[in-house]
Protein backbone atom coordinates (compact mmCIF):
# COMPACT_ATOMS: atom_id res chain seq x y z
CA UNK A 1 0.00 0.00 0.00
CA UNK A 2 1.05 3.13 -1.13
CA UNK A 3 0.34 6.35 0.78
CA UNK A 4 1.12 9.90 -0.25
CA UNK A 5 0.57 13.07 1.77
CA UNK A 6 0.44 16.21 -0.04
CA UNK A 7 1.63 19.08 1.80
CA UNK A 8 4.96 17.28 3.94
CA UNK A 9 6.60 19.98 5.24
CA UNK A 10 3.66 22.52 6.68
CA UNK A 11 2.21 21.91 10.02
CA UNK A 12 -0.65 19.20 8.98
CA UNK A 13 1.13 17.71 6.43
CA UNK A 14 4.29 17.20 8.41
CA UNK A 15 2.38 15.87 11.66
CA UNK A 16 0.67 13.52 9.22
CA UNK A 17 4.00 11.90 8.50
CA UNK A 18 4.95 11.22 12.24
CA UNK A 19 2.09 9.66 12.53
CA UNK A 20 2.14 7.37 9.91
CA UNK A 21 6.00 6.92 11.07
CA UNK A 22 4.36 5.97 14.52
CA UNK A 23 2.43 3.64 13.08
CA UNK A 24 5.02 1.78 11.24
CA UNK A 25 3.00 2.98 7.68
CA UNK A 26 5.39 3.85 5.20
CA UNK A 27 4.11 7.06 3.17
CA UNK A 28 5.57 9.56 0.53
CA UNK A 29 5.60 13.27 1.34
CA UNK A 30 5.49 15.90 -1.08
CA UNK A 31 5.55 19.71 -1.07
CA UNK A 32 5.70 22.60 -3.79
CA UNK A 33 9.77 21.81 -4.67
CA UNK A 34 9.00 18.28 -5.15
CA UNK A 35 5.75 18.43 -7.25
CA UNK A 36 3.78 21.88 -7.86
CA UNK A 37 0.01 21.40 -7.70
CA UNK A 38 -0.92 24.57 -9.40
CA UNK A 39 0.96 22.54 -12.01
CA UNK A 40 -1.87 20.27 -13.85
CA UNK A 41 0.30 18.61 -16.15
CA UNK A 42 3.06 17.88 -13.83
CA UNK A 43 0.15 16.36 -10.66
CA UNK A 44 -1.16 14.11 -13.27
CA UNK A 45 1.79 12.38 -14.10
CA UNK A 46 3.67 12.61 -10.61
CA UNK A 47 0.06 10.68 -9.32
CA UNK A 48 0.16 8.29 -12.47
CA UNK A 49 3.62 7.29 -12.00
CA UNK A 50 3.36 6.91 -7.84
CA UNK A 51 0.19 4.81 -7.97
CA UNK A 52 -0.81 5.62 -4.23
CA UNK A 53 -3.43 3.50 -2.90
CA UNK A 54 -3.98 6.21 -0.33
CA UNK A 55 -3.64 10.02 -0.77
CA UNK A 56 -4.12 12.85 2.08
CA UNK A 57 -4.89 16.30 1.05
CA UNK A 58 -2.73 18.09 3.02
CA UNK A 59 -1.41 20.77 0.63
CA UNK A 60 -2.97 24.26 0.71
CA UNK A 61 -2.47 28.01 0.57
CA UNK A 62 -2.85 29.16 4.74
CA UNK A 63 -2.83 32.08 6.54
CA UNK A 64 -4.22 34.21 9.49
CA UNK A 65 -7.28 36.69 9.49
CA UNK A 66 -4.51 39.72 7.81
CA UNK A 67 -3.70 37.29 4.74
CA UNK A 68 -6.56 36.10 4.19
CA UNK A 69 -8.11 39.83 4.24
CA UNK A 70 -5.93 40.87 1.95
CA UNK A 71 -5.25 38.04 -0.44
CA UNK A 72 -8.82 36.57 -1.02
CA UNK A 73 -7.84 35.95 -5.03
CA UNK A 74 -4.97 33.85 -3.96
CA UNK A 75 -6.69 31.90 -1.30
CA UNK A 76 -9.49 31.38 -3.40
CA UNK A 77 -7.59 30.66 -6.73
CA UNK A 78 -4.72 28.60 -5.59
CA UNK A 79 -6.91 26.40 -3.53
CA UNK A 80 -9.43 25.51 -5.61
CA UNK A 81 -6.69 24.54 -8.16
CA UNK A 82 -4.51 22.71 -5.39
CA UNK A 83 -7.41 20.12 -4.64
CA UNK A 84 -9.48 20.10 -8.36
CA UNK A 85 -5.80 18.90 -9.60
CA UNK A 86 -4.87 16.81 -7.21
CA UNK A 87 -8.56 14.57 -7.05
CA UNK A 88 -8.93 15.39 -10.99
CA UNK A 89 -5.22 13.26 -11.13
CA UNK A 90 -6.37 10.44 -8.55
CA UNK A 91 -9.53 9.66 -10.34
CA UNK A 92 -7.10 9.62 -13.46
CA UNK A 93 -4.72 6.99 -11.64
CA UNK A 94 -7.82 5.16 -9.88
CA UNK A 95 -6.52 6.50 -6.38
CA UNK A 96 -8.55 4.06 -3.80
CA UNK A 97 -8.72 6.50 -0.93
CA UNK A 98 -8.72 10.00 -1.21
CA UNK A 99 -8.88 12.32 2.49
CA UNK A 100 -9.01 15.82 2.05
CA UNK A 101 -8.19 18.12 4.99
CA UNK A 102 -11.06 21.46 4.76
CA UNK A 103 -11.22 23.84 7.87
CA UNK A 104 -13.48 24.88 10.30
CA UNK A 105 -13.75 28.63 8.58
CA UNK A 106 -16.37 26.31 6.20
CA UNK A 107 -19.29 27.30 8.59
CA UNK A 108 -21.37 30.51 8.37
CA UNK A 109 -20.11 33.54 11.11
CA UNK A 110 -23.16 33.37 12.48
CA UNK A 111 -24.47 29.26 13.04
CA UNK A 112 -25.32 27.47 16.37
CA UNK A 113 -22.72 26.37 18.27
CA UNK A 114 -21.54 23.76 18.51
CA UNK A 115 -21.15 23.73 15.04
CA UNK A 116 -22.09 20.17 13.35
CA UNK A 117 -21.75 19.07 10.02
CA UNK A 118 -25.41 20.14 9.50
CA UNK A 119 -24.15 23.58 9.21
CA UNK A 120 -23.12 23.84 6.22
CA UNK A 121 -24.35 26.34 3.81
CA UNK A 122 -27.25 27.83 5.94
CA UNK A 123 -26.16 31.25 6.45
CA UNK A 124 -23.33 34.11 5.31
CA UNK A 125 -19.52 33.24 5.75
CA UNK A 126 -17.38 35.09 7.79
CA UNK A 127 -15.91 38.11 5.46
CA UNK A 128 -12.59 38.20 6.55
CA UNK A 129 -11.98 34.70 5.27
CA UNK A 130 -14.69 33.92 3.34
CA UNK A 131 -12.38 33.12 -0.34
CA UNK A 132 -10.68 30.17 1.60
CA UNK A 133 -13.95 28.83 3.12
CA UNK A 134 -15.47 28.99 -0.29
CA UNK A 135 -12.17 26.85 -1.40
CA UNK A 136 -12.58 23.95 0.57
CA UNK A 137 -16.25 24.11 0.76
CA UNK A 138 -15.71 23.74 -3.39
CA UNK A 139 -13.51 20.87 -1.65
CA UNK A 140 -15.98 19.06 0.10
CA UNK A 141 -18.36 18.97 -3.01
CA UNK A 142 -15.77 17.57 -5.42
CA UNK A 143 -15.47 14.77 -2.99
CA UNK A 144 -18.98 14.05 -2.84
CA UNK A 145 -19.40 14.46 -6.11
CA UNK A 146 -16.61 11.74 -7.13
CA UNK A 147 -18.45 9.55 -4.62
CA UNK A 148 -21.80 10.06 -6.06
CA UNK A 149 -20.83 9.67 -9.87
CA UNK A 150 -18.02 7.11 -9.49
CA UNK A 151 -17.99 5.50 -6.42
CA UNK A 152 -15.38 6.29 -4.77
CA UNK A 153 -14.55 5.96 -0.69
CA UNK A 154 -13.26 9.25 -0.44
CA UNK A 155 -13.88 11.71 2.36
CA UNK A 156 -13.70 14.76 3.84
CA UNK A 157 -12.18 15.92 7.41
CA UNK A 158 -12.81 19.14 8.94
CA UNK A 159 -10.32 20.24 11.20
CA UNK A 160 -10.42 22.84 13.72
CA UNK A 161 -7.79 25.44 14.69
CA UNK A 162 -4.79 23.63 14.80
CA UNK A 163 -1.04 24.59 16.25
CA UNK A 164 1.95 22.59 17.06
CA UNK A 165 5.71 21.54 15.72
CA UNK A 166 6.26 23.43 12.23
CA UNK A 167 3.63 25.87 13.05
CA UNK A 168 3.93 29.24 10.86
CA UNK A 169 4.89 31.92 13.75
CA UNK A 170 5.31 34.59 11.03
CA UNK A 171 3.40 37.49 12.55
CA UNK A 172 2.54 39.22 9.24
CA UNK A 173 0.42 35.81 7.80
CA UNK A 174 0.28 33.71 11.03
CA UNK A 175 -2.73 32.10 12.78
CA UNK A 176 -3.29 33.17 16.21
CA UNK A 177 -1.76 30.67 18.44
CA UNK A 178 1.75 30.64 17.30
CA UNK A 179 1.46 34.69 16.84
CA UNK A 180 0.90 34.75 20.47
CA UNK A 181 3.37 32.75 21.00
CA UNK A 182 5.77 34.67 18.91
CA UNK A 183 4.84 38.10 20.67
CA UNK A 184 4.88 37.23 24.11
CA UNK A 185 8.62 35.65 23.77
CA UNK A 186 9.31 38.51 21.82
CA UNK A 187 8.08 41.05 24.13
CA UNK A 188 9.85 38.83 27.09
CA UNK A 189 12.98 38.66 25.45
CA UNK A 190 12.59 42.67 25.01
CA UNK A 191 12.04 43.13 28.58
CA UNK A 192 8.28 45.26 27.94
CA UNK A 193 6.27 46.15 29.44
CA UNK A 194 3.39 45.59 27.70
CA UNK A 195 2.10 42.96 24.39
CA UNK A 196 -0.46 44.55 22.12
CA UNK A 197 -2.79 42.08 20.84
CA UNK A 198 -5.79 41.77 17.73
CA UNK A 199 -8.81 42.60 18.14
CA UNK A 200 -11.10 42.43 21.52
CA UNK A 201 -9.80 39.35 23.07
CA UNK A 202 -13.57 38.09 23.37
CA UNK A 203 -14.38 35.25 20.24
CA UNK A 204 -14.26 31.66 21.42
CA UNK A 205 -11.95 29.31 19.96
CA UNK A 206 -11.74 25.26 19.49
CA UNK A 207 -8.16 24.40 19.65
CA UNK A 208 -6.11 21.06 18.78
CA UNK A 209 -2.63 19.44 18.92
CA UNK A 210 -1.65 18.93 15.21
CA UNK A 211 0.21 15.19 16.28
CA UNK A 212 -3.82 14.62 17.13
CA UNK A 213 -5.18 15.58 14.46
CA UNK A 214 -2.59 13.33 12.80
CA UNK A 215 -3.60 10.21 15.03
CA UNK A 216 -7.58 11.75 13.79
CA UNK A 217 -7.01 11.93 10.16
CA UNK A 218 -4.90 8.02 10.13
CA UNK A 219 -8.05 6.78 12.11
CA UNK A 220 -10.83 8.29 10.10
CA UNK A 221 -8.67 6.83 7.01
CA UNK A 222 -9.61 3.44 8.27
CA UNK A 223 -12.75 3.79 9.87
CA UNK A 224 -14.58 7.25 8.03
CA UNK A 225 -16.69 6.20 4.91
CA UNK A 226 -19.56 8.40 5.03
CA UNK A 227 -21.14 10.85 2.14
CA UNK A 228 -20.73 13.64 4.22
CA UNK A 229 -17.79 15.54 5.75
CA UNK A 230 -16.63 14.91 9.56
CA UNK A 231 -15.87 17.21 12.58
CA UNK A 232 -12.27 16.92 13.79
CA UNK A 233 -11.90 19.01 16.89
CA UNK A 234 -11.44 18.60 20.63
CA UNK A 235 -15.23 20.25 21.55
CA UNK A 236 -13.68 22.44 24.37
CA UNK A 237 -12.97 26.01 23.81
CA UNK A 238 -11.27 29.07 25.11
CA UNK A 239 -11.49 32.98 24.61
CA UNK A 240 -8.70 34.45 23.01
CA UNK A 241 -8.41 36.63 25.77
CA UNK A 242 -7.61 33.62 28.46
CA UNK A 243 -5.90 32.00 25.79
CA UNK A 244 -3.11 35.11 25.91
CA UNK A 245 -3.45 34.56 29.57
CA UNK A 246 -2.26 31.03 29.79
CA UNK A 247 0.68 31.78 27.13
CA UNK A 248 2.05 34.45 28.69
CA UNK A 249 2.24 32.13 31.92
CA UNK A 250 3.66 29.37 30.30
CA UNK A 251 6.06 32.11 28.38
CA UNK A 252 6.94 33.63 31.44
CA UNK A 253 5.56 36.98 30.76
CA UNK A 254 4.32 39.40 33.33
CA UNK A 255 3.30 42.58 31.49
CA UNK A 256 0.29 43.67 30.72
CA UNK A 257 -1.81 42.54 28.08
CA UNK A 258 -3.26 45.36 25.79
CA UNK A 259 -6.15 45.23 23.21
CA UNK A 260 -6.14 46.58 19.74
CA UNK A 261 -9.55 46.61 18.82
CA UNK A 262 -9.69 48.63 15.81
CA UNK A 263 -8.39 45.20 14.46
CA UNK A 264 -10.78 42.26 13.06
CA UNK A 265 -11.57 39.53 15.61
CA UNK A 266 -12.67 37.29 13.21
CA UNK A 267 -16.26 35.17 13.90
CA UNK A 268 -17.39 35.72 17.55
CA UNK A 269 -17.39 32.17 18.47
CA UNK A 270 -16.32 29.04 16.69
CA UNK A 271 -16.29 25.44 18.26
CA UNK A 272 -17.08 22.10 16.56
CA UNK A 273 -19.51 19.48 17.36
CA UNK A 274 -17.49 16.86 17.85
CA UNK A 275 -19.89 13.98 18.45
CA UNK A 276 -19.62 12.37 15.32
CA UNK A 277 -16.21 12.16 15.91
CA UNK A 278 -16.85 10.57 18.74
CA UNK A 279 -19.41 8.27 17.87
CA UNK A 280 -17.02 6.32 15.83
CA UNK A 281 -14.45 5.95 19.22
CA UNK A 282 -11.64 8.45 19.24
CA UNK A 283 -11.41 11.54 21.28
CA UNK A 284 -7.96 13.61 21.28
CA UNK A 285 -5.51 13.03 23.89
CA UNK A 286 -3.07 15.82 24.60
CA UNK A 287 -4.46 18.83 26.65
CA UNK A 288 -4.36 22.48 25.87
CA UNK A 289 -1.69 23.65 28.16
CA UNK A 290 0.51 20.65 27.61
CA UNK A 291 0.05 21.23 24.01
CA UNK A 292 1.27 24.86 24.14
CA UNK A 293 4.34 23.99 26.30
CA UNK A 294 5.48 21.51 23.75
CA UNK A 295 4.61 24.02 20.99
CA UNK A 296 6.60 26.86 23.05
CA UNK A 297 9.56 23.99 23.92
CA UNK A 298 9.54 23.41 19.57
CA UNK A 299 10.20 26.94 19.47
CA UNK A 300 12.74 27.50 21.34
CA UNK A 301 14.28 24.74 19.87
CA UNK A 302 14.42 26.41 16.49
CA UNK A 303 16.77 28.84 18.03
CA UNK A 304 14.39 31.55 19.49
CA UNK A 305 15.46 31.15 23.37
CA UNK A 306 12.90 32.32 26.47
CA UNK A 307 15.61 34.50 28.47
Known sequence: ????????TGLVGSAILR??????????????????????KKTFEYIQDLKPTLIIDAAARVGG???????????????????CNLMDAAHVAKVEKFVFLGSSCIYPKFATQPLSEGSLLTGVLEESNSAYAIAK??????????RKQFGHNWISLMPTNLYGPYDNFDLENSHVLPALIRKFIDAKNANSDFVTLWGSGTPLRDFMHVDDLSEAVIFCSEKFNENEHINIGSGQEISINNLAVLISKIVGFTGRIEWDKS?????????LDV?????????????????????????????????
Open 19 to 40: GLNKAGRAAVGINSKDVNLLDR
Open 65 to 83: IGANSNFPVDFLSENLQIQ
Open 1 to 8: MTILVAGK
Open 137 to 146: IAGIELIKSY
Open 263 to 271: RLDGTPRKV
Open 275 to 307: SKLESYGWTPKISLENGIRDTVKWYQSKGVAIK
